[in-house]
């Protein structure tokens, strides 16, 4: 993932208040936590190794 492209928004005192992401990186993000989370269910772990052997 290149976060180069990524943007900070600053106030007048220069504190980081908020960033601009680009939504290939925001996508890659979102299925990154969507994938952590899953794995945290015992029965969803078991489902994708059955489907995996499956295959």
Known sequence: M????IQRVVNE?????SV???INIW???QSEKET???LKNETM???LVSREKSS
């Open 2 to 5: 290149n976060y180069h492209n």
């Open 13 to 17: 005192k220069g504190t980081v208040t």
């Open 20 to 22: 601009i992401v680009p």
């Open 27 to 29: 996508q890659d993000i």
């Open 36 to 38: 952590a989370y899953l």
């Open 45 to 47: 772990i078991t489902t």
